[in-house]
């Protein structure tokens, strides 16, 4: 199983971008997908999940409104969909996956996923 996350770059402050994390070597529907980001220093945090079946998703407090994300299971994507972006997103962006669904107690941890991208930067400056 791959991951494969692009779509990061530079983008002022109010800006938009769309990260697309793209999976190959499985086809299962019901694969849980979540995009986390590490910022220079910082831990790193959740920013949200989709699940496979009820396509539920979550979203982290400081994202909610301005960030969406969804999925197209024909081509094996799942799309984080960045609008009105602060200094503060900028980060390293990576999509993990995990076979099978997730409860939502767990989703937003790091070991829950099973399969990791490379990161994708995410620079929003002015």
């Known amino acids: 199983v791959q991951l494969q996350a692009f779509g990061g770059g530079l983008v002022q402050p109010g800006g938009s971008l769309r990260l697309s994390c793209e999976t190959s070597?499985?086809?299962?529907?019901?694969?849980?997908i979540a995009w986390f980001r590490q910022a220079p220093g910082k831990e790193r945090e959740a920013v949200s999940y989709?699940?496979?079946?009820?396509?539920?998703?979550n979203y982290l407090d400081s994202v909610k409104g301005r960030f969406t994300i969804s999925r197209d299971n024909a081509k094996n994507t799942v799309y984080l969909q960045m609008n009105s972006l602060k200094v503060e997103d900028t980060a390293v962006y990576s999509c993990?996956?995990?076979?099978?669904?997730?409860?939502?107690?767990?989703?937003?941890?790091?070991?829950?996923?099973?399969?990791w991208g490379q990161g994708t930067l995410v620079t929003v400056s002015s």
């Open positions: 070597g499985t086809t299962s529907d019901y694969q849980t």
């Open positions: 989709i699940r496979g079946g009820d396509r539920k998703t």
């Open positions: 993990a996956l995990r076979q099978g669904n997730i409860i939502s107690g767990l989703a937003f941890r790091p070991s829950s996923y099973d399969y």
